[in-house]
C-alpha cells in the first residue's frame, strides 16, 4: 500500500486534512540544514522550541520582543536534536524567534509565537496527566492488525532501552522535578495486559520516590484479555476499584472506568450503574472544581470517538453538563493534541485530548488550576534521547504524524476562563 492509497482509507485525502505530498515541513529549509521547527509549549512567562540540524552544533537563538529587544538562549552541546526552553517573557505578547548558526550568526529559520494571557485569582492545585506509554510495547507507529501493519514501525536503536521505557521516564523526572500536587495517568499503562508491564510502571516510579501522590485511570489496552481473567490493572497498582473519585486540597478528581471488558479492543461502554455513579460522584464534589479524566474521548471534530454505542458517549456529555461543578475533561486513546467544547450554549466543559508519552509528539500535560480559571500545557522532555526518538517518529503513519497527532498551538496550551 502506498502513501497515497493510505491517505485514502483513512478518509484524509478527500480533504478532511489537507495534504502536502511534498511534505515541506519535513524538508530540510532550503540550504540551511534546520527541519522539525516546532514550539510545542507556551505558557505566560516562556516557550519550548525545538528543532533538527544536518550536522551535529551547539543550539543558539534569539527572542525579539515588540519593543525590539533580543535575548539570547544557547547550549553548547553539540547535538542535532535541539530544544531550549525560553524565559522571561510576558503575558498576551507577540514575540518571534530566529534560529542562528552558531558558527557565523546566519538566521537558519524565524518564527513567532504569542504567550498566553494571565491567570486569573489565586492558585488552588497544579497536577501532571501523563497519557498512553505503552510500557511493554515493542513497535511504536503501527497502524492495522495484530499480524499486518498498513505503516512501518518504529523502534529504539538500543535494544536495551526500548522507547516507552525511556519516553516515560523522561517525562516522569521532569514531572517530579516541577513538584505538583498529584500526578495522573489517563490509560492505557501497559500494551498486552501484563502484570510485568504494571510492575515496571511501578519500579520506574520507585526509583523517582515522588512526592506527590500517583493514580490511575484504566485504558482500553489495560483490561483482561478473557472475561475469566484476573484484573491485572487493579491488582498491578492495589487498587479496590477502578471507578474512582476523590478530594485533593480545593478540588476533586473523577476516574470513570467506562471500558468494554467484553470487547477485543476494549472499546468504551456506559452500563446504567456506571451513569448513575458518575452522575452521583459529580454531584458529591459539586462544591469545588472537579477534573475528569476519561480515556476515551466524548466527541471530536477530528476522528471518530472509539465507543460501542456513541448514543453512550452522548448521554455522559448530557450528565457532564447538568451536574456537580466539572471545569475540564481529560482524555488520552487518540495519541493526538485535540480540543473540543462541551456544551449546549449554557455550561461549557472544555475537553483536551492528549498526545501519547511514548512517540511523536511525546510527552505529558500540566495543569493549573486557579480561582477563576485553569491552564493546560503539553510539554516535551528535553531529554536528548526523546528529542531524538521525537524527530524519528515524526516520520510515523506516512510522514502524517505531525498533521495527525501534534494539533494547533490552542490544542496544546490554553487558559480557560470561568465566568
Same mark, same amino acid.
Given at each position: 500500500?502506498?502513501?497515497?492509497?493510505?491517505?485514502?482509507?483513512?478518509?484524509?485525502?478527500?480533504?478532511?486534512?489537507?495534504?502536502?505530498?511534498?511534505?515541506?515541513?519535513?524538508?530540510?529549509?532550503?540550504?540551511?540544514?534546520?527541519?522539525?521547527?516546532?514550539?510545542?509549549?507556551?505558557?505566560?512567562?516562556?516557550?519550548?522550541?525545538?528543532?533538527?540540524?544536518?550536522?551535529?552544533?551547539?543550539?543558539?537563538?534569539?527572542?525579539?520582543?515588540?519593543?525590539?529587544?533580543?535575548?539570547?538562549?544557547?547550549?553548547?552541546?553539540?547535538?542535532?536534536?535541539?530544544?531550549?526552553?525560553?524565559?522571561? #517573557?510576558?503575558?498576551?505578547?507577540?514575540?518571534?524567534?530566529?534560529?542562528?548558526?552558531?558558527?557565523?550568526?546566519?538566521?537558519?529559520?524565524?518564527?513567532?509565537?504569542?504567550?498566553?494571557?494571565?491567570?486569573?485569582?489565586?492558585?488552588?492545585?497544579?497536577?501532571?496527566?501523563?497519557?498512553?506509554?505503552?510500557?511493554?510495547?515493542?513497535?511504536?507507529?503501527?497502524?492495522?492488525?495484530?499480524?499486518?501493519?498498513?505503516?512501518?514501525?518504529?523502534?529504539?536503536?538500543?535494544?536495551?532501552?526500548?522507547?516507552?521505557?525511556?519516553?516515560?521516564?523522561?517525562?516522569?523526572?521532569?514531572?517530579?522535578?516541577?513538584?505538583?500536587?498529584?500526578?495522573?495517568?489517563?490509560?492505557?499503562?501497559?500494551?498486552?495486559?501484563?502484570?510485568?508491564?504494571?510492575?515496571?510502571?511501578?519500579?520506574? #516510579?520507585?526509583?523517582?520516590?515522588?512526592?506527590?501522590?500517583?493514580?490511575?485511570?484504566?485504558?482500553?489496552?489495560?483490561?483482561?484479555?478473557?472475561?475469566?481473567?484476573?484484573?491485572?490493572?487493579?491488582?498491578?497498582?492495589? #487498587?479496590?476499584?477502578?471507578?474512582?473519585?476523590?478530594?485533593?486540597?480545593?478540588?476533586?478528581?473523577?476516574?470513570?472506568?467506562?471500558?468494554?471488558?467484553?470487547?477485543?479492543?476494549?472499546?468504551?461502554?456506559?452500563?446504567?450503574?456506571?451513569?448513575?455513579?458518575?452522575?452521583?460522584?459529580?454531584?458529591?464534589?459539586?462544591?469545588?472544581?472537579?477534573?475528569?479524566?476519561?480515556?476515551?474521548?466524548?466527541?471530536?471534530?477530528?476522528?471518530?470517538?472509539?465507543?460501542?454505542?456513541?448514543?453512550?458517549?452522548?448521554?455522559?456529555?448530557?450528565?457532564?453538563?447538568?451536574?456537580?461543578?466539572?471545569?475540564?475533561?481529560?482524555?488520552?486513546?487518540?495519541?493526538?493534541?485535540?480540543?473540543? #467544547?462541551?456544551?449546549?450554549?449554557?455550561?461549557?466543559?472544555?475537553?483536551?485530548?492528549?498526545?501519547?508519552?511514548?512517540?511523536?509528539?511525546?510527552?505529558?500535560?500540566?495543569?493549573?488550576?486557579?480561582?477563576?480559571?485553569?491552564?493546560?500545557?503539553?510539554?516535551?522532555?528535553?531529554?536528548?534521547?526523546?528529542?531524538?526518538?521525537?524527530?524519528?517518529?515524526?516520520?510515523?503513519?506516512?510522514?502524517?504524524?505531525?498533521?495527525?497527532?501534534?494539533?494547533?498551538?490552542?490544542?496544546?496550551?490554553?487558559?480557560?476562563?470561568?465566568?
Amino acid at each position: 500500500m502506498d502513501r497515497r492509497e493510505f491517505l485514502r482509507r483513512l478518509g484524509l485525502a478527500s480533504g478532511a486534512v489537507m495534504v502536502d505530498d511534498r511534505a515541506e515541513e519535513w524538508l530540510w529549509l532550503g540550504s540551511k540544514g534546520v527541519r522539525a521547527v516546532e514550539v510545542p509549549t507556551v505558557t505566560q512567562v516562556g516557550s519550548v522550541i525545538t528543532w533538527q540540524t544536518r550536522q551535529p552544533c551547539p543550539s543558539l537563538l534569539q527572542v525579539l520582543s515588540p519593543d525590539g529587544s533580543k535575548s539570547h538562549f544557547e547550549s553548547a552541546e553539540v547535538v542535532e536534536d535541539h530544544g531550549l526552553a525560553v524565559t522571561g #517573557l510576558r503575558a498576551s505578547t507577540d514575540y518571534r524567534f530566529q534560529l542562528l548558526s552558531p558558527t557565523n550568526g546566519q538566521v537558519w529559520y524565524e518564527g513567532r509565537f504569542r504567550t498566553l494571557p494571565a491567570a486569573e485569582g489565586k492558585r488552588l492545585a497544579r497536577f501532571a496527566v501523563i497519557a498512553d506509554p505503552h510500557v511493554g510495547e515493542m513497535e511504536a507507529g503501527h497502524i492495522g492488525f495484530p499480524d499486518f501493519s498498513f505503516t512501518k514501525g518504529y523502534k529504539s536503536w538500543d535494544p536495551n532501552n526500548p522507547h516507552w521505557r525511556f519516553t516515560l521516564r523522561a517525562c516522569l523526572e521532569e514531572i517530579n522535578a516541577l513538584g505538583p500536587d498529584l500526578l495522573v495517568f489517563a490509560g492505557d499503562l501497559s500494551t498486552h495486559d501484563k502484570p510485568e508491564e504494571y510492575r515496571l510502571v511501578r519500579t520506574l #516510579l520507585e526509583d523517582l520516590r515522588p512526592a506527590f501522590p500517583v493514580f490511575y485511570a484504566r485504558g482500553n489496552h489495560d483490561i483482561p484479555h478473557a472475561q475469566t481473567a484476573e484484573d491485572n490493572f487493579k491488582k498491578g497498582f492495589g #487498587l479496590e476499584e477502578s471507578f474512582q473519585a476523590f478530594p485533593v486540597g480545593e478540588v476533586a478528581f473523577l476516574l470513570p472506568d467506562f471500558i468494554d471488558r467484553t470487547s477485543k479492543t476494549g472499546r468504551a461502554k456506559v452500563r446504567t450503574e456506571d451513569l448513575r455513579r458518575f452522575s452521583d460522584d459529580l454531584k458529591k464534589y459539586a462544591d469545588r472544581p472537579t477534573f475528569v479524566i476519561n480515556h476515551h474521548q466524548l466527541l471530536s471534530r477530528r476522528r471518530p470517538i472509539d465507543w460501542a454505542d456513541t448514543g453512550d458517549a452522548d448521554r455522559l456529555i448530557d450528565v457532564l453538563l447538568r451536574e456537580g461543578n466539572p471545569w475540564l475533561m481529560l482524555c488520552g486513546h487518540v495519541h493526538g493534541a485535540d480540543l473540543t #467544547l462541551l456544551g449546549n450554549g449554557g455550561r461549557i466543559i472544555p475537553q483536551v485530548a492528549l498526545p501519547a508519552c511514548k512517540d511523536y509528539p511525546c510527552g505529558y500535560g500540566l495543569v493549573t488550576v486557579y480561582e477563576h480559571s485553569v491552564q493546560y500545557n503539553f510539554h516535551r522532555p528535553l531529554d536528548p534521547w526523546c528529542l531524538r526518538w521525537t524527530n524519528l517518529t515524526r516520520g510515523m503513519y506516512y510522514g502524517l504524524a505531525p498533521k495527525l497527532n501534534y494539533g494547533r498551538v490552542g490544542e496544546r496550551n490554553a487558559l480557560f476562563m470561568r465566568g
